[in-house]
């Protein structure tokens, strides 16, 4: 207990779902250990979803805005409240009618900027979908790294959001020119700029980013596996100046059409032994890997907010084999997390994660 008195703590106390998917209409109270149990198809996913919606203003499964209103509805909302170490009270509610602005609230107050809210209600979530980190391609790898620092650097989120819509615009004038024939420079050069100082300064946090965090990645590998394995993680990225790559590259890119370098391009390696971890790790191994990657982006986020994120276990009992999952169990019990989610179909089984001295911090909810 007395390692969390360091941190602070966010804590949701109940949930208003309003045609937030399967749900009509549903009202939830949670304590501190949370087992969401029920039959296949009932909506558990869509409730951890939900709770992700809230921290990060959208679905976790990559279901588009539109996707998640109720198929018989033409709005949703959800509302959560929060308390911050026992006495704050917060209030966040998101909602959106098909065909209009999504709207997000803290308290009575609308958000100008949704980016102002990333961080807010630190979350990690861990999801049968987490293999695509490792087997997926670049692009999975730098959403893990992105979903990890737009929660803890906002300068990096608006630098990432900025990049984006400069590489658009980038990548539209390489079209306008190639359709019109004719190449305005001096117009190219002012992207090539701007596109080259984010993206130099994105390189450099992420840079930042992975010095610190293969070492509770390692740590966290090394707990689980009680192995003695020689893994690794490798950001990979461009070499030298951007503004310079990006002049010497626009024969190639008069042909592509596309902007070919930059950090929209890196990637993670992992290896195992030396060898590429997504060919070579065997199903454990890759298991093993998720899951120190998920346990070390709760240990950063943790640090860097200074604050015990929540946790959302969606379906482990069936996704990782006993000997993992008996980990995460390990960790639970030894008084690692703060607020954790968890759900299957047997709730004998999320059952075990409930210490014992925690038994009336806990609750079943039934779908
Ligand atoms: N927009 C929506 N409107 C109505 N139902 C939805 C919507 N999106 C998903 N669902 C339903 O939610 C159910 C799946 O819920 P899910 O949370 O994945 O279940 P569980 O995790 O308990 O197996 C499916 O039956 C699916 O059809
Ligand atoms: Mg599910």
Known sequence: MQFKLQYEIMYIKNLTLNNFKNFTQKELEFSKINCIVGNNGVGKTNILDAIYYLSFCKSFLGCSDGEVINHNADFFSLKGEYQLNDDIEETFLVSLKRGEKKVLKHGKQPYKKFSEHIGKIPSVIVSP????????????????????????DVVYMDSLINYNKCLLQRNKLLKYFHQTGVYDYIQLDIWNERLSSLGQLIQEKRKNFFNEFIVPFRENYEFISGGKEDINAEYITYEGNLLEILRSNLEKEKILLHTFSGIHRDDISFTINNHDASYTASQGQQKTFILALKLAQFDYIQKHKNTIPILLLDDIFDKFDFQRVQKILQLAQADKFNQVFITDTHPDRTKMIIPEERINESTIINL
Do not use: A
């Open 129 to 152: 979908g987490d293999h695509v980190i490792l087997t997926g391609r670049s692009e999975q790898r730098r959403k893990f790294m992105d979903i990890i620092l737009s929660q803890t």
